[in-house]
């Protein structure tokens, strides 16, 4: 039994020479594209803190936001409660995260004169580690 294909805009069917009958869709051909040019992606600035002194270490984060939006950083998480789920590696203490517009950005934030007196603030009253990684 053969059974056809219709097209409903064209209602064009032709056998093709395997004997079957075949619609012939008209539709536009969507083929990936490939990138050229380097497109600029999120970098994210990552602190995993240690608070030693939680009322000196106010004065950094009231300090340190206003700096890092200057430069395009929007703070996604800031302390908030974590849930770990496997701690092979390292286990977080207050975890927090800046989206920068790219990872050029967030090395200009992260190495600012503005922002080098608040860094000694928080060097002062916590343990710290920081890291930039880029986005996808």
Known sequence: MRKA???TK??????TPLGCFRAFLHYECKLP???TV???MSAYVIVDTKINDPEAYETYKTQAKPIAESYGGIYRTRGGETDVLEADLWTP??????EFPDMQAARNFANSPEYAPVKAIRHANANCTLIIVDGV
């Open 5 to 7: 294909l219709r097209n």
């Open 10 to 15: 064209t209602k064009h069917i032709k056998k």
């Open 33 to 35: 594209t490939i990138r």
């Open 38 to 40: 380097k497109e600029k």
């Open 93 to 98: 203490t207050r975890i927090v995260v800046v």
